[in-house]
């Protein structure tokens, strides 16, 4: 089953993310897909972590700012086992959080920056990461951002970074089972109000 969060900054959306997966499996892999850039950012991972170590729930921290559709087929086939052992039952597969989606297509956008092809292997990793979390057999929860709300970006980079925020979003929403828009803290659950034409 796989869950998508969505919201804006600090709605409450991680809180809300890590309940959910506190509230459907025993012990889970947190993936998190932070950049220390800066000395504000480096600070917001160490209190991340400090809050995971003191949480009354057994998270297994994997940090992963680039390469998240080979770590959830990794997870999936066993190649990636908490206990080093190699196994290739999908049924073995971790409950997995990954906060945030956003941040992974920034760390991305910013790989690929100045390539003349980067919108299309933007795409193309956009497309390799739908794919594995349609394949992921175990509880999936995704946090990810609202940012196509706010003025247009003056730059380009802005602007693509805008658009394919918006599309990743899309295409995950499309294949998860549950997409939750978290506002002021407050968790509304979209899929089951779709309006379908």
Known sequence: MSVLVTGGARSGKSFFAERWMMAH?????????????DREMEERIALHR?????????WETREEPLRLAEL?????????????????AEDRAPAVLVDCLTLWLSNTLLALE???????RL??????????????????????????????PEYR???????????LNRKVAAVSDQVFLV???IPIELKSREYHL
Not at 26 to 33: E, K, L, R
Not at 76 to 86: L, S, V, W
Not at 157 to 167: K, Q, S
């Open 25 to 37: 499996a025993g012990q889970a892999v947190y993936v998190a897909t932070a950049q220390a850039f």
């Open 50 to 58: 400090q809050q995971r170590t003191e949480a009354a729930y057994p």
């Open 72 to 88: 959830l087929q990794a997870l999936r086939t066993g190649q990636a086992d908490p206990a080093g052992a190699a196994s290739s």
């Open 114 to 120: 100045g390539e003349e092809d980067m919108e299309s």
């Open 123 to 152: 795409m193309e990793a956009i497309n390799q990461l739908v794919e594995q979390i349609q394949a992921y057999p175990a509880p999936l929860v995704l946090v990810t951002n609202e940012v196509g709300d706010g003025i247009v």
């Open 157 to 167: 980079l802005g602007r693509v970074f805008r658009d394919y925020a918006g599309i």
């Open 183 to 185: 506002t002021a803290g």
